[in-house]
């Protein structure tokens, strides 16, 4: 298990840190092992839509999200309609809020978090190619296999649980839209929260 | 998110899994006791004993302490508190080494501090004045912010006509109040937030804390004169600035853009973007984001000079409103969907039942007319068609042994439900083709018909009842007739069957008749065949089958008593008729239609007296029931506003904008198409729709509950209901945005409800 999450992820796609893709280009493809050691390749979920979540339970803002049940209502609300959701970790090994894979497995159980895996990241690649500088930030991938939206998981930059009962949720509106067959109203917003603790 | 009035010494949040706590300060801890003071001083005042309350109220200082941070309110007011005179106030912010809190563009991650002042009337609070940020580099991201200790000044404005509020001692002060939040931020981040008060002398200085203001306002950049060009050239900004003094120009400067998500924040100057003098003009080539969000017509810009060029007493820091030209790159469309899964979510869309009529095929015509056919026969258990079958069947029995008797009367009935319906959906269709909204049911959207089978239906009961025979109301030739044609009879009866089942539509009817209305007109008159096919089956079989006529009891005096039986559904039936017309013209249509079944039922039993008394008693009967039109029988027909705030605040009325609205909010939407007319619609109300589980379940899954009530006419409805491919109601359906209208069956099960929430 720990030499299957040692592997990390490796990239089929070379991109350096400053060529994150725009909303409307070719999402990077990546392969990851998740927090029990299975490996995901981001290709294989091509013909359906994808959501990449940075997260990291030491940062107020996903736990904001996390602790208010919003987070886990949206993984539930995307994983019916069929999406793939994939949380990802690119905390570093060395900062003081890692969790091994395991503790974070059981921390997303504890709040009832509905993922379709949990990824690890610990060399922040998979992160930097999609740009993502905050958890939590949210990437989605259409079934083309292109990025289409990269930001917020809602409209009200603030740690306060409060705020997710009035704030837009902007995954719940991208996939509505886009399973509605409309464009995406709001592909690219302005994402909140910690940075992500990248490997220096 | 107060805080807790507790007077235990703050407890700041800790450490990186803290959870966000909301500090009880030492300044809320204040707040109270000099609102405490303030109540002694109003029993000091009455007591006329000591004047003073200033010995009770300690000196706040305002500071709330974290492991992070010391955040202190301060105040500069030099003059006084004058109109005119200057006035600040700030969040004084000393970090602890290594954290920071953030600018008013806080960079790749962060938020900016919030101040949220409370201030007496006549004073007013200004927007901060930022003082220059630091760059902070974290990883391969980039914040803009402070670190050490930084003061965050807001200029508060005096109003020429403020009054102090008087005090006691004789010097007055203003109560300042400041909410505060801020994200502090090493690696990892804390939200923070504090309660402050401070009071502020009206007369007199205060100075104490000047020299924090001064450098707070020294550390603010200055205007400049012209307001400089960006121009969005590929994946750069190329900024240029005019203006500048020469003591600045050849120096490095620092790039801080005040609308954030534009620029690579983390890029290095010198590698990833560059700067430049073009004579006294300062332009630069800076990097746009890989995530732009914004994009900006006016970009106000900050460019500092770096730490050891700046001069004491010298401004450090410049401010331009730069228009921006040029054109902002397009490597960020709008998500499209791809013509591949667009086909695929049609094809889910039409999988829905019924609600791609257009795509009828030879199929989903033959499952229609089944469909149809199974309404029907389901139509004969409603409660108000059951009786006439039971009567019917109740027939046989006197009859027994004439089998062709039997057959002729199947047939007859058959033949008047089957030419009835097909009369009914002949007109629904002619309607529909003249541009008229209707619905199946529509009849009994007007009270008059509701009226009119009111009276019918207390005819039938009474008949039943036994207060009068047919044979005594018509005349002798009509009623041998009758005998002489117990086909005709029959034929009638299959009428009043249709007549009393059409309000309620049965389960698989409603999908059938809505497939119909978008079919060529022989399909549907087809379809309404079946239905009718389907209702009049039961007795057609009992007439043919000798086996079927053979279960039915022997003839006797037990007939006599289910007759008398029969009579309460009916009854009931018109109970449920006055209700429903008490909903479309209120207490008194519904008053002045119990009033005229009165009057019938009299002069029915009027009509059972012999000579002279009947024609007098029927005469009088008459001319008072005539009255009783005349005074009250326009209240029938007077419609008014539905009663919809009686359904209760959980139920909100339809429209199609509300449901768009609240998908639009994520919620999803569970609408209730019904009448009061519709039994099936009263029975689902009753018992599914108000099961606790259900209602839990709609609870849980925040889902809006909106009524469509069409007892009465309302063509927006009707037009809702074609779109989902119904004709009549009820009709549930469960809207969540994106996805395709779930719509329910029409005997509606907590089951089904809670299966379809489950799904969500």
């Not at chain 1, 895996?117 to 999609?130: K, N, S």
């Not at chain 2, 050891?308 to 054109?327: F, L, M, N, T, Y």
């Not at chain 2, 000579?611 to 029927?618: E, K, P, Y």
């Amino acid at each position: 298990m720990a030499a299957a999450v040692a592997l990390g992820a490796t990239f089929l796609v070379g991109t350096t840190a400053f060529a994150a893709p725009s909303v409307g280009q070719q999402a990077p493809d990546f392969i990851a092992v998740d927090t029990r050691g299975q490996q995901h390749k981001l290709s294989d979920f091509a013909g359906k839509f994808v959501v990449l979540e940075w997260t990291n339970p030491g940062c107020p803002f996903v736990r904001k999200h996390y602790g208010s049940g919003n987070m886990a209502a949206t993984q539930k609300s995307a994983t019916s309609k069929g999406v793939v959701w994939l949380s990802i970790s690119s905390t570093e090994r060395a900062a003081s809020d890692y969790l091994k894979p395991a503790a974070l497995d059981s921390w997303m159980k504890e709040h009832g978090a509905a993922p379709s895996a949990v990824l690890m990241d610990e060399d922040g690649a998979i992160g930097q190619a999609y740009g993502a500088r905050t958890t939590p930030h949210i990437s989605i991938v259409d079934p083309t296999g292109m990025l289409v939206y990269a930001g917020a998981i809602d409209s009200i930059a603030s740690s306060r649980p409060d705020d997710v009962e009035t704030a837009t949720n902007y995954v719940n509106q991208a996939l509505g839209e886009a399973f509605g067959g409309k464009p995406i109203s709001a592909a690219t917003t302005r994402a909140y929260g910690n940075s992500v603790r990248y490997k220096a | 998110m107060n805080p807790s009035p507790s007077l235990l010494p703050a407890r700041p949040t800790s450490g990186v899994r803290g959870l966000s706590r909301t500090l009880s300060s030492d300044a809320s801890k204040a707040a109270r006791i000099s609102a405490t003071a303030a109540l002694v001083s109003v029993a000091a005042l009455l007591s006329l004993s000591f004047p003073a309350h200033a010995q009770l109220s300690p000196k706040t200082s305002a500071v709330v302490t974290t492991s992070h941070v010391r955040a202190e309110l301060i105040a500069y007011a030099p003059d006084g508190v004058a109109p005119g005179a200057p006035v600040w106030v700030g969040l004084q912010i000393a970090h602890q080494p290594e954290w920071h809190t953030y600018w008013k563009n806080a960079g790749d991650s962060g938020l900016p501090t919030e101040l949220a002042l409370t201030l007496p009337p006549g004073i007013t609070a200004g927007d901060i004045a930022w003082p220059v940020p630091e760059k902070i580099a974290v990883g391969t991201l980039a914040n803009y912010g402070y670190e050490g200790t930084v003061v965050l000044p807001v200029p508060l404005t005096v109003a020429p006509d403020f009054k102090p509020a008087t005090s006691l001692t004789g010097s007055p002060d203003i109560d300042i109040r400041l909410k505060a939040s801020w994200l502090v931020c090493r690696q990892e981040c804390i939200p923070e937030q504090g309660d402050f008060s401070l009071k502020l002398p009206v007369q007199g200085s205060t100075a104490l804390d000047k020299a924090g203001f001064d450098a707070a306002l020294a550390a603010q950049p200055v205007s400049l004169a012209r307001p400089g060009t960006i121009e969005v050239q590929g994946k750069t900004l190329k900024v240029r600035l005019d203006g500048l003094p020469a003591a600045v120009q050849g120096k490095t400067l620092g790039f801080f853009p005040e609308t954030g998500d534009v620029i690579h924040t983390a890029a290095i100057p010198g590698k990833d973007w560059t700067q430049a003098w073009d004579g006294a003009a300062w332009t630069a080539t800076i990097p746009l984001a890989d995530q732009r969000s914004a994009r900006p017509t006016v970009m106000p810009v900050v460019v500092t000079l770096a730490v050891s060029d700046r001069q004491p007493g010298q401004p450090i820091a410049w401010r331009a409103e730069a228009p921006v030209s040029g054109i902002w790159p397009t490597s960020a469309p709008r998500a499209e969907v791809s013509p591949a899964l667009q086909s695929a979510l049609a094809a889910n869309a039409a999988a829905v039942p019924a609600a791609a009529p257009n795509s009828a095929t030879a199929g989903s015509f033959i499952a229609a007319l089944f469909g149809a056919f199974i309404g029907g026969l389901l139509l004969n258990l409603m409660p108000c068609v059951f009786p006439v079958l039971a009567i019917k069947v109740l027939g046989f029995a006197r009859q027994a042994g004439d089998k062709r008797g039997h057959r002729s009367a199947g047939v007859a009935y058959t033949a008047g439900v089957m030419l009835s319906f097909l009369a009914l959906g002949g007109a629904m269709l002619m309607f529909r083709a003249a541009g008229e909204q209707m619905g199946w049911g529509f009849q009994l959207q007007s009270p008059v018909v509701v009226a009119v089978l009111a009276g019918l239906f207390t005819m039938i009961g009474l008949n039943l009842v036994g207060v009068f025979q047919f044979g005594i109301l018509v005349p002798h030739s009509l009623c041998a007739a009758q005998v002489k044609h117990p086909v005709a009879n029959d034929f009638l009866s299959g009428i009043l069957a249709v007549v009393i089942a059409s309000p309620c539509t049965a389960p698989f009817m409603g999908a059938s008749l809505g497939f119909a209305i978008a079919l060529p007109a022989a399909q549907a008159l087809m379809l309404f065949a079946a239905l009718g096919f389907g209702l009049a089956l039961p007795y057609l079989a009992a007439g043919f089958i000798p086996a079927v006529a053979r279960l039915l009891p022997k003839p006797g005096a037990w007939m006599e008593t289910l007759r008398h039986v029969m009579a309460f559904p009916m009854f009931a039936t018109v109970a449920w008729l006055v209700w429903v017309l008490g909903q479309q013209s209120g207490i008194d249509g519904a008053g002045a239609l119990l009033g005229l079944l009165v009057c019938l039922s009299a002069l029915a039993w009027s009509f059972t007296l012999r000579g002279r008394t009947r024609m007098l008693v029927s005469g009088l009967l008459v001319v008072c029931s005539a009255a009783v039109v005349v005074a009250i029988g326009g209240n029938i027909v007077r419609t008014v506003e539905p009663a919809v705030a009686a359904s209760g605040a959980r139920w909100q009325p339809w429209s199609a904008a509300r449901v768009a609205e609240l998908n639009a909010e994520g919620r999803p939407v569970f609408v209730d198409f019904t009448a009061a007319w519709c039994v099936t619609c009263q029975y689902n109300k009753k018992a599914t729709l108000n099961n606790a589980a259900v209602l839990a379940d709609f609870e849980a899954r925040n889902v809006a509950l909106l009524r469509a009530d069409w007892t009465r006419q309302d063509p927006t409805i009707t037009a809702a209901l074609t779109a989902l491919g119904r004709s009549g109601v009820p009709v549930y359906v469960l809207h969540v945005a994106g996805k395709a209208p779930v719509v329910m069956t029409e005997i509606l099960s907590a089951e089904e409800v809670r299966a379809a929430l489950a799904a969500l």
